[in-house]
């Protein structure tokens, strides 16, 4: 069974995502990590943004396996903080927004979740990558609740001001994508997830999926 996820950043997802697939035993898949990870390979090449056919080249001539705790590893080296640093926060939503670079990693996910039971989430798994996944989740919560638990996380030196203009930024890139662009897919149950708790959430999606394994359909 695939359970595919979409919503915009800092919505909870990949929070939800990790404790499905970890209460479900099913394997996960995060595919902003994988952008990120071109993202970093780039930064280590020293390829500039404008050179887009050089990373396109670089983007499809990695080896990227990818991990089911997360973790991306491109070769012998292992990624995981490196994900969230600020140069690749700083790039990713460009290195995303290039059409072939899609592709390569559409591939690298739908390999990973072949033959397999997987929660993957992103921006385009509901419209793009799993259009017919047997669950679909759009979640969603307001840009002020957002950036406010992403500024809690505290992971970053922003103030919640600039994470959450930070934030809007990233909306506009996401949902103004030529290709892949965040958006509720036909079939998929949306969640607005302000005020609730993470166990409210995972409660609301667990009892969906289980509906729909049963074979109740949407
Ligand atoms: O979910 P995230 O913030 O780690 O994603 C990193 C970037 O990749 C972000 O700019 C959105 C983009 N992305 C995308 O375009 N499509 C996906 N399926 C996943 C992420």
């Known amino acids: 069974m695939i359970v595919a996820m979409d919503g915009p950043a800092g919505c909870g997802k990949s929070t939800i995502a990790k404790l499905l697939s970890q209460r479900l035993g099913f394997l996960y898949i995060n595919s902003g990590n994988i952008y990120r990870a071109?993202?970093?390979?780039?930064?280590?090449?020293?390829?500039?943004?404008?050179?887009?056919?050089?990373?396109?080249?670089?983007?499809?001539?990695?080896?990227?396996?990818?991990?089911?705790?997360?973790?991306?590893?491109?070769?012998?080296?292992?990624?995981?903080?490196?994900?969230?640093?600020?140069?690749?926060?700083?790039?990713?939503?460009?290195?995303?927004?290039?059409?072939?670079?899609?592709?390569?990693?559409?591939?690298?996910?739908?390999?990973?979740?072949?033959?397999r039971d997987a929660v993957v989430e992103g921006r385009d798994m509901t419209t793009v990558v799993f259009p017919d996944a047997q669950a679909k989740f759009f979640i969603d919560a307001s840009v002020e609740e957002r950036a406010k638990r992403r500024f809690m996380q505290g992971s970053s030196s922003f103030s919640y001001e600039q994470t959450l203009e930070n934030i809007k930024l990233r909306d506009e890139i996401d949902r103004n994508?030529?290709?892949?662009?965040?958006?509720?897919?036909?079939?998929?149950?949306?969640?607005?997830?302000?005020?609730?708790?993470?166990?409210?959430?995972?409660?609301?999606?667990?009892?969906k999926i289980l509906h729909l394994r049963d074979g109740h359909g949407e």
């Open 177 to 207: 994508k030529a290709v892949g662009a965040l958006k509720i897919a036909p079939g998929a149950v949306y969640l607005d997830t302000s005020g609730l708790t993470i166990e409210q959430v995972y409660e609301k999606v667990n009892s």
């Open 38 to 115: 071109i993202a970093w390979a780039s930064i280590e090449q020293a390829i500039p943004l404008e050179s887009v056919d050089t990373l396109v080249a670089l983007a499809r001539a990695l080896s990227i396996a990818y991990e089911s705790d997360g973790s991306i590893c491109i070769g012998t080296k292992c990624l995981s903080a490196e994900l969230r640093s600020a140069a690749v926060d700083a790039i990713v939503a460009q290195v995303s927004a290039i059409p072939e670079i899609r592709v390569v990693v559409n591939r690298i996910v739908r390999n990973a979740a072949e033959n």
